[in-house]
């Protein structure tokens, strides 16, 4: 039994290599059979087709991502010329020609919401790591042909069209102009709707100053974080594998390059919406948001409801960020999901012991993306979200017009702004709710927040070198006073040999019986112990533990990022974690990163 894949759009003529056909029963064939011939030419103007032994053999294609119909492109440059120039990419083995380089290569002001273009070819790539976590979402079929050179890039499954999205965005606060994917290169959308993405796959129209590729060292903190974060329940884009290849890439220093294949079902960014509205193209934002609402925001009759909704998942992931003590580094609005995802995994950090103006990103100089000030940028990311928002509710109101005044936008306006000032309620809620949780408290109360995490968390603070996760794993085992005070002698009191200072010097004297009275209190709230372990992980990502891995994969050595990978699938499973990943060695507390990756 044969099935076609069909032609993407009527007016798009694909060459034969891009079709693919799957065989359900007959497998063993090594050419089409005649009648699959004629079919495939009624549909495409070819007069050859490429034989199936060939063409990767999936139960599950690629096809164009179906957002892409709902976009203006980009004019310069059209798939049905890359296609034709490129046909060797979907079924030969790599080769390094590059024929329309210029105009996929060189950064420009694009006019479209997206550019077509392939991955630049990488040399020797190697398949070090991949997620068994991710393999189960892509499914078993597809993953059999995700070989070193589709998740490289060299090789272009057939059906898929690949691009490089347009979008705009605030940097530090500061407007940036145009920015979008500068090494991000979308390969097409699975029969199940996730978008496939390489990460350091070479040069687009929008990598301006950058060269396109990524290094290892970033590649393997992406690939690691955002299996670890999905396994512990936050929203997050995904990542199947992570790919070395021998290409030198120069950051402060020379360093070996690499490729992330990630997935989510939506990579549309606070920036992808702003694009419309600085670019003053509203009709074409009006289509392709009223796409988005209908596709990721079902239950919004409206883009008003649309509106609260994004503001809501963003207090609620924000919330989550911060109970597990995640910090993300660089929130400019180009880096903020419209549906509530984590995206874009570069200087984060998770915290080691408790610090609120915590902040890993060693080019944030004022701390403008600290841990404590995240929800606060959160909330300024959404106000610059509303501009765009506030031209979509007033193009719904019946009688409007673009030429409307100011003044006659202004109830919609004051809508917005209501919404907005909501933003701090549900945040707090959300994070309340988080917190009781990692404490066990299942019957909640509207003064347990005041009355145990608050005091909690100014304790912590005192506790210099308690790390942070550990402390509300360990926490589950304590069901008395007398374990309170046990835990104290074991896990707070020698924390403080892995903090600076001596340990004389740095335990407060009124830590002890501050800690022990905070214990009889949230003991008195019958704390569940199931309820802590499922909502603590037995580990984080620290940089501590990030940066050995890295060190180690950069000699050879991948064993390290392996068993990380691993251990991510069940982060709340013990047995999978050693003690040591859980205290931060003293000499190598603080790390922090750079945006140079």
Known sequence: ????????????????????????????????????????????????????????????????????????GDPKILWKDISTQYKHRFTDAPKSQDPLKDVMRTSRIVEGAYSHLVPEIQPNPTVIATSKLAEEELGEELVKVLDEHVLAGNRLLPGSAPYAENYIGYQFGSFAGQLGDGRAISLGETADGDVLQLKGSGRTPYSRFGDGWAVLRSSIREFLASEYMHAIGIPTTRAYSLVRTDRPVQRESVENGAVVLR??????????????YYSKKIDPMKKYLSYVKKTHFPQAKSFLD???????????????????????????????????????????????????????????????????????????????????????????????TSADSEEAKKPIVDQCVAILKGYKEMFEKE??????????????????????????????????????????????????????????????????????????????????????????????????????????????????LLQQAIEMSELGDHSLVQELIEASRRPFDDDLVKDEWTKVPKERRGLACSCSS
Not at 19 to 36: H, K, M
Not at 59 to 68: D, E, G, I, M, T
Not at 464 to 472: H, L, N, P
Request: glycine share 6%; aromatic share 12%.
């Open 263 to 276: 997935f989510a079902k939506s990579f549309v960014r606070f920036g992808s919406v702003e694009w419309f």
């Open 306 to 400: 649309m509106y609260q909704q994004v503001v809501g998942r963003t207090a609620q992931l924000i919330a989550a960020w911060m109970s597990v003590g995640f910090t993300h580094g660089v929130m400019n609005t180009d880096n903020m999901s419209l549906v509530g995802l984590t995206i874009d995994y570069g200087p984060y950090g998770f915290m080691e012991n408790f610090v609120q103006d915590y902040v890993p990103n060693h080019s944030d100089d004022t701390g403008r993306y600290s841990f404590s000030n995240q929800p606060n940028v959160g909330m300024w990311n959404l106000g610059r979200l509303a501009l765009p928002f506030i031209e979509l509710i007033h193009g719904e109101q019946e009688g409007a």
């Open 431 to 544: 994070y309340a709710k988080l917190m009781l949780m990692k404490l066990g408290i299942q019957n909640r109360s509207e003064s347990d927040f005041e009355e145990l995490v608050k005091p909690l968390l100014s304790l912590l603070e005192k506790m210099k070198g308690m790390e942070y996760t550990r402390f509300f794993r360990k926490l589950a085992a304590v069901k008395s006073n007398d374990d309170a005070k046990s835990f104290y002698e074991q896990e707070i009191k020698p924390s403080f040999r892995r903090a600076k200072g001596s340990l004389e010097e740095a335990v407060p004297d009124d830590l002890e019986s501050d800690f022990l009275a905070w214990a009889r209190t949230w003991l008195s709230k019958s704390p569940s112990q199931d309820v802590m372990l499922r909502r603590n992980p037995a580990f984080t990502l620290q940089n501590f």
């Open 1 to 72: 039994m044969i099935s076609l894949v069909s032609c993407p759009s009527p007016s798009m003529r694909l060459p034969a290599a891009l079709f693919y056909i799957r065989f359900t029963s007959c497998r063993q064939l090594t050419t089409f059979p005649t009648a699959a011939v004629q079919a495939i030419k009624s549909q495409v103007n070819v007069d050859t087709v490429h034989p199936i032994s060939s063409l990767p053999m999936c139960a599950v294609y690629l096809k164009p991502s179906s957002h892409l119909e709902h976009l203006p």
